[in-house]
């Protein structure tokens, strides 16, 4: 039996779905009580993201997730005490992982809890199941055997690893790009906009639980370049740098002279769909998140930066009083670049990519609107509701009307056919009008029909383009994803198209996804990346396809950790005794360090199994559009982002019936 106690009783306990979920799964531990027995043994820890810190007894002072020696049969107490103020649970796991001992989860700084419990030769690890990639310790019971932490860890990357590194990665990558690097039109910048921000910022202070925002000197960015350098130009002030609470924003900002200076639909949208989806997943974590992460904040910052982007680029942001990317006629067809500080457009093309990346992101800014959620509705909306709806019906009809299937072809590649139909699917989920849906459900047919007369009876689906798995990836990920539609039905042709990808494409030896091309070197951009994510995560949260979780875990570990696609992490996923252990920032190379964000492109050298960065910039397009990917695959604390993506199931707040249009 174990007892768990609490220093301010049952009031204080922090509770979410998933804790109470792996409470209730305990077998043969007992229920958690309120009795309290004698204890023979006691061992004292204190919680802390970084690792469990080891207080009691002398024998592990000071040691960092010490391994804990237990007897079979006797009874021992474990209290912690939460130093951080993130929310933290001992959860202690047999060999295979499950849970034998648990407390809840807690978020108060400097509560403790306790727990009682009988020890016996199945105990294996002690973990928060909240942070588990960086605390968890061994156990070591009196037969002597215990297996490191490190050598378990490097031998078993697994899909609650790898989905936790997407978690973080897709936090890194948005939270950089929008608040921190400058590499973008930023807001405020005239005195109108000041004080509108000034007026703003006290209404969204007014609705949150902290008195600052929890960045300094943000760069809040409306309107993102299409290109960056994210080398730091001094030495960055951050918590993960120096002894300081907060992110200095000033101190990490990008070099503007290595910056494009242009802006694309194609940036914009995808970093605002990125700031959309942690704004949802914000408000779904407001019990758990601690007070100093500010996710009220948060959530209202992102909303509001996400309308002032609508208005900038769509409305009247532009030299002719026209949205900033529009053609400046009432068709809201969108021109591909445009440079603010010449107040030029310089690619005046409407491009299939740049409309399927605008329609996806005022989809789901739709669904922010119309459900009411926090960071929309407070401190009051920038732009209504119904306003946001006609924008996204108005670049659907434009898009609808300009890309029909033979089109994106002859601009592109079948791969793009299915980044189109994944939009068209979030589209037709958030029309406007029956019409203009049952336009969405032909729309979709017509561009699946498109793709089924490119794909062979193998799965194989044919393409012009250098990756052949991303292609696979995005294109089963489209057909699932405009399946959501009434009347759309491409499971079957999503199914063969995904097991091509996880079977064909897979190679073992490297733990990754062959490119295809068989010349020797797998070459794998962020935007591939993206795509294989979004396939595998469609395969497994929409056909449940045996396997491919594994993989995913493999291809991540390999492409992200050890290839280096990601090229920083921060403390609160950085583990030291990983496999590929990321560099902080300031370590990341440079004079001063680099960001945690993604690179553009690496290979790897399957004749020397060696990976290498080819391409050191910062495409934000790319970059975000996989961030998105990642948050919808991505799981924290064992809870994952809710619908994992699919369109349609994430549109009302946390405590509020879902609907669906299928």
């Known amino acids: 039996m174990n007892h768990e106690h609490s220093s301010d009783g049952e009031g204080g306990a922090i509770r979410r779905r998933a804790m109470l979920k792996l409470a209730a799964g305990i077998a043969g531990a007992g229920v958690l009580g309120d009795a309290a027995t004698a204890q023979s043994t006691t061992y004292r820890l204190g919680a802390k993201i970084s690792g469990w810190q080891g207080r009691e007894p002398a024998a592990i002072r000071g040691q960092t997730n010490p391994t804990l020696t237990l007897e079979p049969g006797t009874e021992y107490e474990v209290v912690w005490e939460n130093l951080d103020g993130a929310p933290h649970n001992f959860t202690i796991t047999d060999r295979d992982g499950n849970s034998v001992v648990s407390t809840e989860t807690m978020s108060n700084q400097g509560e403790t809890r306790s727990v009682t419990f009988t020890a016996s030769e199945a105990m294996s690890q002690y973990v928060c199941t909240v942070h ?31 989905t936790w590194d997407s978690y973080w990665y897709s936090l890194y990558n948005m939270n950089t790009t929008i608040a921190v690097s400058g590499v973008g039109v930023l807001f405020p910048h005239n005195e109108q906009q000041q004080k509108l921000f000034t007026q703003r910022l006290e209404g969204i202070l007014k609705n949150s639980d902290v008195d600052r925002p929890p960045i300094k000197n943000p760069n809040l960015n409306v309107a993102p370049f299409t290109e960056g350098d994210p080398h730091f130009t001094q030495k960055p002030v951050a918590p993960f740098s120096a002894d300081v609470e907060r992110i200095h924003a000033d101190t990490m900002a990008w070099d503007r002279s290595e910056m494009s200076g242009v802006v694309s639909p194609a940036s914009v949208a995808w970093t605002h769909l990125k700031g959309v989806t942690w704004a949802k997943n914000f408000q779904a974590h407001f019990d758990v998140l601690p007070s100093d992460m500010a996710p009220k904040f948060r959530t209202q910052l992102l909303a509001t930066v996400a309308q002032l982007a609508i208005k900038t680029t769509l409305v009247d942001g532009g030299p002719d009083g026209n949205g900033a990317l529009t053609k400046g006629d009432d068709s809201l067809l969108l021109v591909s670049g445009f440079n603010p500080k010449q107040g030029e457009v310089v690619d005046e093309t409407a491009r299939p990519t740049h409309h399927a990346a605008m329609l996806w992101f005022l989809s789901d800014m739709t669904s922010l609107a119309n459900g009411g959620w926090y960071g929309y509705v407070n401190p009051e909306p920038l732009i209504p509701a119904r306003k946001i709806q006609q924008l996204t019906d108005g670049v659907a009809k434009a898009t609808m009307e300009a890309f029909p299937p033979e089109t994106i072809l002859e601009m592109g590649t079948t791969r793009d056919l299915g980044v189109m139909l994944g939009a068209v699917g979030w589209y037709g989920t958030h029309a406007g009008s029956e019409r203009l849906r049952s336009r969405a459900v032909e729309y979709a047919n017509a561009l699946a029909s498109a793709v089924e007369e490119r794909t062979a009876s193998s799965g194989k689906v044919r393409s012009e383009s250098k990756n052949q798995a991303a292609t696979q990836g995005v294109v089963g990920q489209g057909l699932l994803w405009a399946s959501q539609l009434p009347n759309v039905t491409h499971e079957e042709t999503a199914r063969s198209v995904l097991t091509y990808l996880l079977k064909d494409l897979w190679d073992d030896d490297a733990g990754t996804f062959a490119d295809g091309t068989g010349d020797g070197a797998y070459t794998i951009t962020a935007r591939d990346a993206g795509d294989i994510t979004g396939g595998v995560n469609a395969a497994d949260a929409v056909l449940g396809i045996e396997g491919a979780q594994e993989k995913y875990a493999s291809f991540y570990n390999q492409t992200f950790n050890r290839g280096r696609l990601q090229r920083a992490e921060r403390p609160p996923s950085r583990n030291e005794d990983a496999e590929f252990t990321l560099p902080l920032p300031q370590n990341a190379g440079g004079e001063f360090g680099q960001a945690a964000v993604y690179n553009t492109e690496v290979t790897y050298d399957t004749g020397a199994d060696e990976w290498s960065v080819s391409n050191d910039r910062f495409t934000t397009a790319q970059a975000l559009y996989t961030a998105n990917q990642d948050i919808w695959i991505g799981q924290w604390a064992g809870d994952f982002f ?7 199931t994430n549109d009302s707040p946390p405590g509020q019936q879902q609907t669906t249009t299928r």
């Open 132 to 162: 588990p990639s960086t605390m968890v310790g061994d156990i070591r019971t009196g037969d002597g055997t215990t297996q490191t932490t490190q050598d378990a860890q490097q031998a078993a990357y697994d899909w609650r690893e790898a």
């Open 642 to 648: 809710e619908g994992r993506g699919v369109p349609g």
